[in-house]
């Protein structure tokens, strides 16, 4: 059974395939740090719960794609857009996850995104100042490598 390799070869082959992705991680989203061998922009992959169906296997995806937030030293008299790049990092991440599900969804394969994704915002999360966004979606593929008798 393979099915969970070709996920997330899928999902990570996709991401690598941005111009603005430098790095791809999958697993536990507390292993990622601001270790100096990560070059952001950063996306991870985490896999939640799997749903096996007699003719397909749906799982429960997050990919989160995330910057680190520059703090400019000097005075910004624009209360809006502050004294870093918030907003650029925000609209730049969003922008890597709507390419992936497109990218997912124009593939002409097995492979379905059962429904639109959420896209939920994170700030300066874990006090290491990397903003970004989490997508959430269920990805199938066919269950056809384990027959049932």
């Known amino acids: 059974m393979r099915n969970y390799f070709q996920v997330l070869k899928l999902i990570k082959e996709t991401l690598e395939a941005d111009n603005l992705v430098n790095t791809v991680t999958q697993g536990d989203i507390a292993d990622v740090d601001l270790d100096k061998k990560n070059i952001y922009p950063l996306t991870h992959i985490q896999t939640g719960a799997a749903t096996l169906g007699l003719q397909t296997i ?62 939920e915002p994170f700030y300066e999360s874990r006090m290491n100042l990397l903003d970004g966004w989490a997508m959430t979606f269920d990805i199938e593929i066919p269950n056809t490598e384990i027959a049932v008798c």
């Open 58 to 119: 749906s799982f429960s995806i997050t990919v989160f794609a995330m910057d680190i937030r520059d703090k400019r030293n000097q005075t910004v008299e624009e209360k809006f857009v502050g004294n870093d790049n918030e907003i650029d990092n925000m609209n730049t991440m969003l922008a890597i996850l709507n390419r992936l599900y497109k990218a997912i969804v124009k593939l002409d394969n097995d492979v379905a995104i059962s429904e639109n994704p959420t896209c």
